[in-house]
């Protein structure tokens, strides 16, 4: 998942047009955002299921999004 994953997702569930997208050559002058509106936003919950007996209350970050935005 990107950051613009999230942010189309995150427009979806409210009801707002899809995000413009930028260029990445225009954000090269950016290497900063450019990292991050390019870049994964992966994590891992192993940990946590494994040591705590954790699990997530949605399957999907566009479940939790849509869960949410509908409070």
Known sequence: MSMSDLMVAIAAAVGAPRPMTIPTCVLGALPYATVIMTG????SNAKARDELGWTP???SYRDGVREFTAQ
């Open 57 to 59: 209350n949605h399957p």
């Open 40 to 43: 994964g936003l992966r994590v």
